[in-house]
């Protein structure tokens, strides 16, 4: 098996691929080995010193690590994930916690819909492909909330992102978004 791994716009997390699917749908961040009882393969990943969270996509899992090298890191993480695909170990064995708490009044419903559609068909994807998710939380006077994870969470350059990337998209077809925020 052969595992190929990316560098993110985050120095601190790697993509790893390993050429088959990782979730069905959707993605999911664990921050800690206590939040990962759902997954045997992040119970693992935790295992290796120096990691700090693990991000899984649809195809890839996004590693962060802490403050030490990844020359320190990376043969343990790639040897982890690489044991655990040879195994066919399920990836989960429970459900993980989702965030699905939204805030939006009623009357934003339309509004917030054609942002959520924005967001999945537009931003998510590119997002993805530097190790990380982006996901609606809320619609507040004009303000748009936005959760990031994976690589995207405490990257250098999110804050660019949202202000410069997202909202301008959202300002351009949504003339109702003043502002993004992060949660």
Known sequence: MFIQTEATPNPATLKFLPGRAVLPYGALEFRSKADADASPLAQRLFD?????????????????????????????VLGVIMEHFMADAPVLTGTAAQEDDEFFDEKDAETVELIKELIENRVRPA???????????????????????????????????????????????????VEVRPV
């Open 48 to 76: 290796v010193p120096g990691v700090a969270t693990v991000f899984f996509g649809t195809d890839f899992i996004a590693v962060t690590k802490t403050d030490v090298d990844w020359q320190h890191v990376k043969p343990g």
């Open 127 to 177: 997002v993805a492909n530097d190790g990380g998710d982006i996901t609606f939380r809320g619609f507040e006077n004009g303000v748009v909330y936005l959760a990031m994870k994976g690589a995207c969470s405490g990257c250098p350059s999110s804050t660019a992102t949202l202000r410069h990337g997202i909202q301008n998209l959202l300002r351009h077809y949504v003339p109702e978004v």
